[in-house]
Structure formats: structure tokens, C-alpha cells
Nanobody, 115 residues
Framework: QVQLVESGGGLVQPGGSLRVSCVAS????????MGWFRQAPGKERELVAT????????YYIDSVKGRFTISRDNAKNTVALQMNSLKPEDTAAYYCNNVPPLPSWGQGTQVFVSS
């Protein structure tokens, strides 16, 4: 069973940057497309970005294009999301998961963008 542990969230002012990371257990990590998802209060969880097993970013939701960058390190079973020029509407809990997502989710990491 894959376990996902996200970290790196916090409070940041608009225009600031954060880097969230995820460590995934399980030997199948390196062969899977991975993604970052987010869920804002009162909204459904949405897919933010995906990256292929070889490290090629495949998808960014329109609202983060040019500001967010997804990356991965298969040797360390980690996937990261660098978030720049953050906006209040980026406030959400951020989760990583396989794409399509596995039933089990990590606890997420909370990102607050506020002045």
C-alpha cells in the first residue's frame, strides 16, 4: 500500500513563494504519473499539475500556469511543487497522489496566502 506524506505548507503573503513536497512509499512510485491536487474550503478537490514517470510535466491547471512548477526525484520517491507569485485564491490544502488518484490520500499540507 502506498503512503503519501506531504509537507512544506504555511502562511505566505501574496506574491510570495512556497515549495511543497511529498514523499511516497512503495516501489511502484518511479513508474507512475504523479500529481498535485488541492482542495479549498467549500470546494471540490482539483488537479493542479501532473508529471510523468520520467519527470516531464504534463499538465497545469490554467490558473497556475507560469507560476507553479512540478518536479520529482525518483531516487528519493519525492514529488515537489514550487509555487511562485502566490495569490489568495491559491489558499488550499495540497495533496500529492498517483494520477489517476489512488483511494488512499495523505494528510495534505495547508497553504494560506494572505496579507
Amino acid at each position: 500500500q502506498v503512503q503519501l506524506v506531504e509537507s512544506g505548507g504555511g502562511l505566505v503573503q501574496p506574491g510570495g513563494s512556497l515549495r511543497v513536497s511529498c514523499v511516497a512509499s512503495g516501489s511502484i512510485f518511479s513508474i507512475n504519473t504523479m500529481g498535485w491536487f488541492r482542495q479549498a474550503p467549500g470546494k471540490e478537490r482539483e488537479l493542479v499539475a501532473t508529471i510523468s514517470s520520467r519527470g516531464t510535466p504534463h499538465y497545469y491547471i490554467d490558473s497556475v500556469k507560469g507560476r507553479f512548477t512540478i518536479s520529482r526525484d525518483n531516487a528519493k520517491n519525492t514529488v515537489a511543487l514550487q509555487m511562485n507569485s502566490l495569490k489568495p485564491e491559491d489558499t488550499a490544502a495540497y495533496y500529492c497522489n498517483n494520477v489517476p488518484p489512488l483511494p488512499s490520500w495523505g494528510q495534505g499540507t495547508q497553504v494560506f496566502v494572505s496579507s
